[in-house]
């Protein structure tokens, strides 16, 4: 073996916090990265302020730096770590920039770092457009024709020569950030200029208008041997984003040549550059004569080789990571066959379809119209055996209200007499439905092309569905289903659910006849060489389309455990987090972990974490059958809400439940029951009442008092949560979903507490006994999502007697419960002095909470690995309580910057897609460090002030005070300005947009003169969310996203931020890992 | 619904599938292809003379048929002049027509030249039974069977299959500096396409035809032996051509067939692999650089790695079994490769033999 010699310590750079276009996939390929190093018994010094990763665990790195991945910690890191080699390619665009630009700092140099994988110098070809297509065009390879920009005065001198519809791409950019469709002059002024605000540098590109999007994943070692892994065929056309395309491995409408064509292209052009490692090409094809663009390259792991890793069993990450230490491909193993080596191309016997999972429906506001700009904020990943099996699979896996291709619309429309509109073919994530509609009403696939550019292979496959319903639907008015029509049917990925919707049967006894008739999945291994090796691992998934198992039932310990599901707004890495913990543990205590879940972009479906991965949807089906094969108890509390709720629908079934059972976890997800059980223990809440009448809200609202929150049903997870302040904006709710609120879901009313400090108890119990818990105390006030909140633990400012009759309350309500397993309470507490307190329990929920990897990391007590235990019957000691000399601090990460309509303001519905927790020896040190963390910039001293409403302005009096003392120069909207002067303090004032006269606080804010925005809205401004009003306020918060500058809208964290600048200039805060602060806790 | 029809495997187990290809009893060895691409071309292969062909990629069909026009007798699209598998097996058949190059349903294609086929036939479970004993007899056909008994299986390697697939007479492509006799034991038309890309003159023979009798009065400067099926071993008159070229000192390069025809007229021996390399993702590598390769791959047989004859060497060795890919003179420019660099389907990465044989002549 030929590994480079040299390489003791190697330092790795995550992606920090989960966000749109640089999501879970980097935990992934981190983890794997840091395995490969680990293997080679390297030492790895870990960047990652991302707290709820698995890659930030001792179990996989050595170091840990919950920091930002920025080149000034990170060259404070390096001096003080003096490791020998750096890795940049794992840590998605975030990494990859900070190391260009520590390299043009001449950092690397400085201390003599080696850079592992491909060289900057190719990282530069690949990233610099302008060099990029000089390098491939010197290859005598085909790039789009394009012109480059580097001002509006360039874009205008060529208006005459551009021909529409043309694309504006920003460099240098994750996710296509920036980056839009200009049919016209206007269209591309408009592009041109918000793009070049975020980049120095656009493009301007002839617009492939309906090519086929094709990628290709290709390896390379530094001998120059070369292989492509996989391609990959995107269902929706050039334009559309490849993240927010449903995407299909391997390509299904390219003919041989086509296919080794553009993989030969791609060998050349890996080869040129010359990449070490993994790269992922991307191409349009022309498909009236198979002409090709190349679009681009990406010279690290991405999103997409991470679907590659999991779509063909062959670990991407993990080879690129041996590469960059200098082995050979043929010097490392197939990790699957163990027979074979990594040098090989893999062969699929099945086919794998990705589907972008988006939140437009929390995001309110933005239009959900798709296009080259990422806003997905997760994925799912589908395998079967046909294309129509794996879609509605993958359909069924998002978790969202459908059960196939086959909508409600279509199915209520079935039966419609009048006459069928049919659907618009816009690009948004429910375009495929819709084609399924006109499909079954039949309007011609010619038409559904021309709109969409959707290749007709693809349409002829939902077609095929459509005909399969269509059948069934007829087969339905003569009574019962024939054997080979229910076997069809499940052929074509049709659930239990949908055949018995037709056949008007529930979708157990749908079961039942399947059984009888032998219609039973079977279980089919994934061994990266279609059968023609066998396979040593057991990477599973489910079909109809055979005949025999590949495997045979476990007769070891075996236990379920089921994953989170797609990422989404409120469930994300920290699932997964508890997901990998619970399986790690369970395979140390003797067991045979099973894993079950279908997101690609998480490392709990590595098939080399669990004993056996079930790469399946997450229904209570599906669930069935894996536990009708393999005869395990499941374990249901560790893998988010998705896995919390199916416990409820199986909870009927004959399966082992490890830990609460479902009637237990129905005692708290049921509001009534709750609150019955609390009031029979004599515990406080919240006034509350389910309502679904206008007039009754009005009513119960002006007795409990406003502000109210409204919350609908749980069915709807948690969507359009809104809190009212006066009868109007009550009844405009009501007005605006009333199409949502009646008997069946009816909304719940309860007294909103302003001003109220918002606490998360985390605990693990066992027999109803706590074994640990964690108490964190948010900084901002109610009214903010818990998901949105900055956490700090310890808590900072509750007194003694709350937090001792909140650890009592939740002792009282564990023993009630006869809690087993982990589970998590959320308080209120309005505590204005000792004596003078009120704690009120909001909601419980019997399974691992969003901030167990938090809680557990900053404890140092793993409280997964504990509530494992429980769940697997071990005896657990009770953990000692630890007194903190320190503080951690978890903060959101927002992607408003990607969401163009979305007004970027917290309030109780979640809106944040990840998160960061850093340490400091204060309350304020931490934050600092956390908020850097998430992309803000430290700020020059210049901060524009618009402070709504008497309240906001008094309570950031002592702020705006600090702010001056430290010399900052302050811009203030009208009423503000006047208010500081009140108190002898100067400001410049600025007219708002409204006011109609410059300098407008805008301009300001896009001409970059101001470098922080403290924005505190009065309620009439919140109002604009229900009154789709364009507020000042509005403009003020866009405009500070859009421009990429630090914006504040709560004055808790206001506060808190700015007296952490007067504390700690950025040099001052301490560079120390995670292993230095737990060793200094006492206990 | 087509009608049913029946895969019987020589050791009995039955499989029950759906024709979507011309209705008639056939009997060949049932043999497995990993490729995700490419069934024109790989059902044109005539090394699948006598073969029944089942993909393990599931979807088959998926764009359709390349037209089949020709220049100079020479296909442009597909690998000879017809079909050659004896039938197809496939999990799900695609139909599909819509692709800018097709002329026609693929299903059509198969009727019209009389092939029989079919799908929903679980193709993993069998090529797992291929696997595991061994590629095996089998019978297609629609008579519901009880069992493999009074079946009559027929064995494919008895007999020499060149006469079946190997050109009837001499032909001439070319008009080029470089005079090469192409032996054609069962050629892909894209060897000769790779070989007319340099300065040559290709001469095509019939499998048993004698350059060096005295009347054939042929002048040539360099050898080329294609591919073709069955068992080298029923093929003494095309070893005793070679055994004189290699006398004569004449570069010569063989592919697949033409490397296991080498091979034994340098002295080596032959055997039959458990189930053969077929698929487009045969890792091989070369024992002189190092230098790794993706390549296609079509074999039965292969040339025993043991018994390399005293002043050959072995050239390339495959990654994942460690049998031989390639055979090579220690002086002479006289070489073979068991593996496909003309591709078609499959990779093109090791198109530069083509180059590198016109290059020793």
Redesign the interface.
């Known amino acids: 073996m030929t590994r480079d010699k040299g390489l003791e310590k190697v330092i790795l750079l995550g992606s920090g916090a989960l966000k749109i276009g640089e999501a879970g996939e980097f935990d992934y390929s981190g983890s794997q990265a840091a395995k490969a190093l680990k293997e080679e018994k390297i030492q790895v010094i870990l960047v990652n302020p991302n707290v709820a990763t698995i890659q930030t665990s001792p179990d996989f790195v050595d170091k840990i730096y919950f920091l930002p991945v920025t080149p000034d910690f990170v060259e404070r890191i390096i001096a003080k770590e003096k490791p020998d080699g750096i890795m940049l390619g794992f840590g998605g665009q975030t990494a990859l920039n900070c190391g260009l630009e520590l390299h043009k700092r001449n950092i690397f140099k400085k201390y003599n770092l080696k850079v592992l994988g491909t060289p900057i110098s190719a990282i530069n070809k690949t990233e610099d457009r302008l060099l990029f297509r000089n390098t491939i065009q010197n290859l005598g390879l085909r790039v789009p024709k394009s012109v480059l920009c580097k001002s509006l005065k360039e874009v205008e001198k060529i208006r005459e020569r551009i021909t529409y519809p043309v694309i504006i791409r920003a460099g240098f950019s994750l996710g296509g950030l920036g980056s839009g469709l200009a049919r016209n002059y206007k269209d591309l002024i408009l592009l041109s200029s918000n793009a070049l605000s975020l980049t120095p540098q656009i493009l301007i590109e002839e617009y492939l208008e309906h090519w086929k999007e094709i990628e290709y994943e290709v390896v390379r070692d530094k001998?120059?041997?070369v292989?492509t892994v996989c391609n990959m065929e995107n269902f929706d056309p050039m334009g559309i984003h490849t993240g927010e395309s449903i995407v299909v491995a391997?390509?299904?409408?390219?003919?041989?040549s086509e296919?080794?064509d553009l993989?030969?292209i791609a060998?050349k052009v890996i080869k040129s550059l010359p990449i070490i490692g993994e790269c992922n090409i991307q191409y349009a094809l022309n498909?009236?004569?198979?002409d090709y663009r190349i679009i681009e390259v990406n010279a690290r792991l991405s999103r997409s080789s991470a679907l590659a890793s999991k779509a063909t069993g062959y670990p991407l990450a993990y080879i690129a990571a041996k590469l960059a230490l200098g082995y050979?491909?043929?010097e490392i193993r197939n990790k699957v066959t163990k027979?074979?080596?990594a040098?090989?191309?893999?062969?699929?016997?099945?086919?794998v379809i990705k589907i972008p999972r988006w939140e437009f429906l929390k995001f309110k506001g933005t239009e959900g119209r798709l296009g080259s700009e990422m806003q997905s904020v997760g994925e799912v990943m589908a395998i079967g055996?046909?294309?129509e099996e794996a879609f509605q699979k993958a359909i069924r896996s998002l978790d969202i209200e459908y059960e196939g291709i086959i909508s409600e619309e279509l199915e209520a429309d079935t039966n419609k007499r009048t006459e069928i509109e049919f659907k618009n073919m816009d690009p948004t994530p429910s375009r495929p439905y819709n084609i399924a509609y006109n499909l079954y009403f039949g309007q011609p696939p010619e038409r559904i092309y021309k709109e969409t550019g959707i290749?007709?292979?693809f349409l002829?496959r939902i077609q095929k569905i459509v005909s399969v319903y269509k059948q069934l639907v007829n087969e339905s008015k003569n009574g019962r289903v024939k054997k080979e029509s229910l076997l069809k049917a499940k052929k074509s990925g049709f659930s239990d659910i949908q055949i018995g919707k037709i056949f008007n049967m529930s979708h157990s006894q749908v079961r039942k006849l399947r059984k009888k008739y032998g219609i039973i999945p079977k279980i089919?291994q994934i061994d990266t060489?279609?059968?023609?090796?066998?396979a040593k691992t057991n990477y599973l998934y489910l079909s109809y389309?055979?005949?025999?198992n590949?495997i045979l039932r476990g007769t070891d310990k075996q236990v379920g455990i089921i994953g989170g599901g797609p990422y989404q707004i409120g469930s994300s890495v920290e699932f997964d987090w508890c997901a990998v913990n619970a399986v790690l543990t369970s395979k140390k205590l003797g067991y045979k972990p099973i894993m079950i879940n279908c997101n690609p972009e998480t490392v709990s479906t590595d098939y080399d974490i669990s004993s056996k991965l079930y790469f399946e949807e997450l229904t209570s089906e599906r669930i069935l059958d894996i536990v009708d094969f393999e005869k395990c108890p499941l374990i249901l509390s560790v893998g988010g809400q998705i896995p919390n709720t199916l416990a409820l629908a199986l909870n009927k079934e004959k399966i082992r439940f490890l830990g609460n059972q479902p009637d237990t976890i129905d005692k708290v997800e049921n509001r009534e029951k709750f609150s019955a059980l609390l009031d029979k223990l004599n515990i406080a809440q919240p006034i509350w009442r389910r309502l679904t009448n206008k007039n009754e809200a009005v009513q119960f609202s002006e007795d409990i008092g406003y502000p109210v929150l409204i919350r609908p049903s749980y069915v709807l997870s948690g969507k359009a949560m809104y809190v009212a302040y006066t009868n109007e904006m009550l009844e405009e709710y009501f007005e605006r979903f009333s199409a949502i609120i009646n008997p069946v879901y009816p909304i719940v009313i309860s007294k909103f507490i302003r001003g109220a400090k918002e606490v998360d108890y985390d605990g693990v119990a066992q027999n109803g006994k706590i074994v640990v818990y964690a108490i964190s105390e948010h900084i901002e006030h109610a009214g903010v999502h818990s998901g949105d909140a900055s956490l700090v633990l310890p808590t900072f400012s509750l007194s003694a007697p709350a937090i001792e009759e909140m650890r009592l309350t939740s002792k009282k309500i564990a023993k009630a419960l006869s809690i087993n397993g982990p589970f998590n309470i959320q308080y209120l507490v309005s505590d204005h002095d000792d004596r003078n307190f009120r704690v009120l329990v909001i909601e419980a929920n019997l399974r691992a909470s969003r901030s167990f990897p938090f809680v557990s990391k900053v404890l140092g007590i793993n409280f997964i690995q504990l509530a494992t235990k429980v769940l697997l019957g071990r005896k657990v000691k009770q953990e000692k309580f630890r007194t903190l000399p320190f503080y951690g601090i978890k903060v959101p990460h927002f992607s408003f910057t990607r969401l163009r309509q979305v007004d970027p303001i917290l309030r109780v519905e979640m809106a944040s897609t990840g998160e960061v927790a850093c340490f400091g020896k204060d309350i304020y040190e931490a934050y600092l460090k956390s908020i850097l963390s998430t992309g803000f910039s430290y700020p020059d001293k210049s901060a524009l002030l618009s402070l709504g409403g008497t309240e906001g302005k008094e309570r950031l009096l002592s702020a705006v005070k600090n702010l001056n003392k430290m010399g900052f120069y302050l811009y203030a909207t009208k009423k503000t300005s006047e208010f500081l002067k009140i108190h002898g303090i100067s400001s410049t004032f600025v007219y708002k947009v409204h006011e109609r006269k410059k300098p407008n606080v805008v301009d300001l804010i896009v001409q970059k003169k101001v470098h922080l925005v403290i924005n505190l809205s009065d309620k009439n401004d919140i109002g604009e969310d229900i009154s789709k009003e364009v507020t000042d306020g509005y403009l003020i918060r866009r405009a500070s996203v859009d421009s990429n500058i630090p914006l504040f809208t709560k004055a808790t964290i206001a506060n808190v931020f700015v007296t952490a600048l007067a504390k700690y200039s950025i040099g001052k805060l301490s560079i120390k890992s995670w292993d230095e602060y737990i060793s200094s806790i006492k206990y | 619904m087509g009608k049913k029809g029946y895969l019987v495997l020589e050791n009995g187990k039955i499989?029950e599938g759906i024709s979507f290809g011309y209705k008639k009893e056939v009997s060949g060895e049932v043999v497995?292809n990993?490729?995700?691409?490419?069934y024109?071309?790989s059902l044109t292969d005539p090394s699948y003379y006598g073969q029944i062909l089942t993909f393990?990629?599931?979807?088959i069909g998926?764009?359709g048929v390349?037209p089949l026009t020709h220049k100079n007798n020479i296909f442009d699209y597909i690998e000879s002049d017809k079909i050659q598998i004896r039938a197809l097996i496939v999990?799900?058949y695609?139909?599909?027509n819509?692709?800018?190059?097709s002329k026609e349903y693929f299903s059509s294609w198969l009727v019209s030249q009389k092939v029989p086929a079919l799908d929903g036939i679980?193709?993993?479970?069998l090529?797992?039974i291929l696997?595991t004993t061994g590629v095996m007899k089998g019978i297609l056909t629609f008579n519901k069977p009880q069992n493999n008994e009074g079946l009559n299986f027929y064995d494919i390697n008895k007999e020499n299959l060149a006469p079946y697939v190997s050109c009837k007479k001499k032909m001439t492509y070319g008009n080029g500096k470089n005079r090469i006799l192409f032996i054609d034991c069962g050629v892909k038309y894209n060897q000769i396409k790779e070989l007319l890309k340099y300065d040559t003159t290709i001469i095509r023979v019939p499998w048993n035809y004698d350059p060096f009798r005295v009347l054939s009065n042929l002048d040539f400067d360099a050898v080329f032996i294609s591919n073709g099926p069955g068992d080298p071993r029923n093929m003494p008159e095309t070893v005793d051509t070679i055994k004189e070229a290699i006398k004569r000192e004449i570069p010569i390069f063989g592919i697949c067939l033409g490397h296991q025809l080498l091979s034994l007229a340098a002295g080596g021996e032959i055997f039959k692999l458990k189930?053969g390399h077929r698929?487009?993702?045969?890792?091989v590598?070369n024992q002189i650089d190092?230098?790794?390769y993706?390549t296609s791959q079509n074999h039965g047989f292969a040339v025993s790695n043991e018994h390399i004859p005293p002043g050959w060497f072995n050239w390339f060795t495959n990654?994942?079994d460690d049998t031989n890919e390639g055979l090579h003179h220690k002086i002479l420019p006289i070489f073979s490769v068991q593996f496909h660099p003309e591709?078609?389907?499959?990779?093109?990465?090791t198109d530069w033999l083509f180059k590198y044989f016109i290059s020793k002549i």
């Open positions: 001998d120059d041997n292989l391997p390509s299904q409408t390219l003919t041989n296919y080794h993989r030969s060998i498909p009236k004569n198979g050979r491909l043929s027979a074979t080596n040098f090989f191309e893999p062969a699929l016997d099945y086919v055996r046909t294309f290749d007709f292979w002829e089919c060489l279609a059968g023609e090796f066998p389309h055979r005949d025999t590949d | 499989f497995f990993t490729g995700m691409v490419g024109p071309e393990t990629y599931p979807l998926n764009y390349p999990s799900s695609i139909a599909n819509s692709h800018w190059q679980d193709t993993r479970t090529t797992k696997r189930y698929g487009q993702n045969q890792p590598v190092h230098k790794c993706i990654l994942n591709a078609a389907p499959g990779p093109t990465d």
